[in-house]
């Protein structure tokens, strides 16, 4: 049976990546040595990080001083390393979900790290618009994508924040959006995010950083923690994840001929307009999130109060039908289908025909 991977992260991936590296597992372009067993420094695959950085700086439209690095220590090791290299006495966080909340947390032991906004009384179902960023902040963090609750920052409000931030460098957690619409970079000082959800398998992190912000604290940095040592190493000042890099430079091959992040939008409007649809006209689930501020990444939606018994009859029916990974966020319960980059619309589709054959059985 086909199986469809709705999984949250580590999630799906192109099929010709996971061929090509498996391909490279067994052996590394024609060099007779599997890609697990050469060296980082080998002159083999210096040419992989070159390229993994020029196709993220390409699909992008990252700007001349800027910085690409490749790091381990995933999105959460970001939640401390921004502040360590940006924050001196003040920073400000807008709180719309877990991680969020996480990376306010380590702020928070670096000095007055200001909570500008929070949707958490509601369960994060929506993106808060009203508040003022403190202009004596180092920074202002935001994530983009609310991979747990199915919220992200539409363009409209991405503008909004542009504008409200003044001369304050804007930080973003992009793990559940990057590269699934364009984005202005030059608005940011730094993003980042793990890579496991719409880029590569689990173990490697991207991060593109504002040259000239750094170097500012008056703090030590822990050598593995600032950023200036992976920018001098060319993310190669110790060993970095090798197999995890090669597969993020596969996928943004892929992507750049699939048509780049453009096309990817389009797509992504498409997959998630056809899913936001069913449930919207569907008889059982409605979904969770507010409107306006609905993901095209993470979809979330529950069962009608009065068929809140059918939630493990429906998720071993969609089982049944090779859909994997539907299960909602323990946080928020019902259901959670992720439509990152390399899900198709026939998967998609697939999904819809599942929910209407379910139905139809009421
Ligand atoms: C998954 C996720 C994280 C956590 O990433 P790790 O790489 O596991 O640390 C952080 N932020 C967002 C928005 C995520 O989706």
Redesign the pocket.
Known sequence: MKKYNFN??PSILPDEVIKQTAEAVIDFQGEGLSILEISHRAKYFQPVVDEAVALMKELLGVPEGYSVIFLG???????CMVPYNLMEKKSAYLNT?V??K??LKEAKGFGEAVEVASSAESNYIYIPTEYEIPQDADYFHI??????YGTELSDKKLQDIYKKKGNVPLVA????DILSRPIDVSQYGIIY?????NLAP?GV?FVIVKNELLGKVSRHIPTMLDYRTHIDGGSMFNTPPVLPIYSAMLTLRWLRENGGVEAAEKRNIKKAELLYDCIDHSKIFVGTAKEEDRSRMNVCFVLKPEYQDLQDDFFKFATERGMVGVKGHRSVGGFRASLYNAMTLEGVQALVDCIREYEKRM
């Not at 994530?143 to 747990?148: A, L, V, Y």
């Not at 995010?193 to 959800?197: D, L, R, V």
């Open positions: 949250a992260g220590g995933g999105a959460s090791l970001q939640f979900g991680w969020a996480k990376a994530t983009t994508n609310n991979t747990i957690d992009m793990s559940s995010g793990g890579a496991q959800k689990a992190t």
